[in-house]
């Protein structure tokens, strides 16, 4: 491992945001050209199947191309697989417990989170 | 033609090595060159290409290292880094350009870089030399790469290779 102190020094002025978007960029990018790799499809082929020019394709796979959700979805369709997955997190529900006062997740209660008990909640705290 | 020199390792990980050419009677490489000249530009938009080139090395560096596809090519193996940043763009302001060689997935050589307000680097005498510079330095790694019966794609060979000869 070797680092570059003038180097490191730039990468701390850059914005967060800045590092998030050329990485998300990155990642999109690489992920195209793997999956193209992957169904031996050439830019050529992959171009006319979305409607592009070749010359737009080989920018895309740069990662200097900021996707809107219409062409990744475009681009899903025709390749197959996904581009991009959102994490799903299991909803958490929450309930107000009267006798204790304060709130727990649904799993360990056995009563249904409804209306009587989010009433219940609401009237407690605005009395 | 050139001043000597060497290629001098700046930045190293798993993912990749980066080398950058080191010119007798300097006192930085030709990337440290680039990062002083152009890391305080006053231009909100070339701030914005010098950041994206910067996060780009990082990521490339941390992530994913030198893979094909992120590099523009501007002819004859030498490829500058595209910026990962779209925006758009005011006339006259130009883009700002950094010239590399990619050996491979795990090396990459750094060269200068500037300002690019042409349509081509070659109506640019001071990017022109920094192309040059960089093509007569592929073409010197090529030579002995060949002539130790290898390829770009062996690392070790290539690596010893790079840190030994004069360029």
Redesign the interface.
Known sequence: ????P??DK??A???PE??E???L??DI??RI?DLLKKRKMTQREFAALMGKRESEIS?W??????FTTTTLAKIAAVLGEPVVEVKKVPEVKYVFIPARGFMTPSESYDGAFNNQSRNYFSMTYLN | MYCMGKLE??????NVSIYSPKFDGETQTE??KF??DN?SLPHPQLK?D???I??????MVN??GA?E????LEGKNIKAI?????QRRRRGVGTLRLYCIRISERILVIGNGGIKKVRKYEDDPVLLDIVDKLRSIEHQIYIETRRAHSDYEDYQKVKTIIETITI
């Open positions: 491992m070797k680092t570059n003038l180097f730039c990468v002025n850059v914005a800045v590092m978007e050329v990485s960029n990155v990018a690489n050209y920018r796979l740069t990662g200097s191309h900021g | 390792l700046v930045i190293e990980s798993d990337f440290e990062m002083s890391g914005k010098f950041d994206a910067i996060a780009l090395i990082k990521k992530d994913c893979r596809n992120l590099f523009r595209p910026l990962c940043i779209e």
